[in-house]
């Protein structure tokens, strides 16, 4: 309440220090703020002004009357122009300090008026509509659009079709890749079903092989399957992209409206699908064996540097089932028939 009041009033003494004219029309204020004010506050405040404007125009009468003196004296030459602007400065601060105190004899209780004004505000504050209002903010601040980022752990499990090489189609065990990283989802409006969603992660992927083999690669740059001459515990290839995914993910949620806002409520089955571009920061073979304890790392045998494909999630509140397909092969050069990547798995996010 004290938004109008203390402001006027200190516009009011700041323009009678100068010995200015002003006014307060409470008429020009918007129609929603003038309603806020008290009648009876607004009557106290333009009888301040009416008061305060009648004290100005007394004493500027006055002050202009010595001033005209010196003025006087000046172009008659009895005083010279320093003297002359000494004169009239100390003219303009008497006089001002004349108006200050007779404003403060007017003794305008400021207090009180904003009693008045506390009083009418309070009997005049629709509570209920208020309370509402309030309500209603923060439900739209609760089911604001989704726009929010979430991080996940997968494991799958690789497959590559059987193709020409024989040697691979009877000696590649069980594979698996590993995946960590975040997603970003962004939800199009809060009553819209459909989700944008991209992110980064990185994607572990180990190749086994079983029966004693390991993969090797020639003098000419040729990589095979080779049988070690020993017993093999370990044989793997393993590599790391870093991934992009990028695609859309639509919610089965029911469609809610309180007091006219429309919202999706919290899906508990979703689908969605992107496609996804990686690049290969390294590889490592592992071999661990009798007689052998190897891990060789930045090794090349000729796996795809880039990778690009598409992959499809049944989402089941936190826990998730995808299915993935790479477009490119998992070798390159046509090493090993060039063979593509398909992999099933399950991540968690949090």
Request: hydrophobic share 35%; with cysteine.
């Amino acid at each position: 309440m004290k938004k109008f009041i203390v402001p006027g009033v200190l516009c009011l003494l700041a323009a009678a220090s100068f010995g200015q004219v002003v006014s307060v029309n409470f008429n020009d204020l918007p129609k929603e703020e003038s309603d806020l004010i008290s009648p009876v506050v607004k009557e106290k405040i333009e009888e301040y002004a009416l008061e305060v404007r009648k004290i100005v125009i007394e004493e500027k009468v006055g002050m202009n009357a010595e001033i005209a003196k010196v003025d006087s004296a000046f172009t008659a030459k009895t005083i010279d122009t320093s003297q002359a602007e000494a004169q009239k400065e100390e003219i303009s601060q008497r006089y001002s300090d004349k108006i200050d105190e007779r404003i403060q004899a007017l003794h305008f209780d400021l207090d009180e008026i904003t009693k008045k004004q506390v009083q009418f505000t309070i009997l005049n504050t629709d509570v209920e509509k208020l309370t509402k209002e309030m309500d209603l903010n923060a439900f739209e601040k609760k089911h604001r659009p989704r726009n929010e980022i979430t991080m996940f752990l997968s494991y799958g499990m690789m497959y590559l079709p059987d193709g020409d090489n024989e040697l691979l189609n009877k000696h590649l065990g069980y594979s698996s890749g590993i995946d960590a990283g975040f997603m970003y989802h962004r939800q199009f409006n809060r009553a819209s079903p459909w989700e944008f969603m991209t992110g980064i992660y990185s994607s572990y992927r180990t190749l086994r092989f079983d029966d004693d083999y390991y993969v090797n690669k020639t003098d000419e740059g040729e990589v095979e399957l080779v049988q070690f001459e020993r017993n093999l515990n370990k044989s793997k290839l393993r590599a790391n992209y870093i991934v992009l995914p990028i695609g859309l993910q639509y919610n089965i949620a029911p469609l809610k409206t309180v007091e006219g806002i429309s919202y999706r409520g919290k899906a508990k089955l979703s689908l969605s699908a992107n496609v996804y571009g990686g690049l290969r920061t390294h590889s490592v073979r592992i071999l661990k064996g009798d007689g052998i304890k190897q891990k060789q790392k930045g090794s090349n045998y000729n796996l795809n540097k880039y990778i690009f494909g598409a992959q499809f999630t049944l989402h089941l509140n936190s826990v998730n089932f995808f299915v993935r397909r790479d477009f490119t092969p998992y070798f390159e050069k046509g090493t090993f028939d060039g063979r593509k990547m398909l992999q099933f798995g399950i991540n968690f996010g949090f």
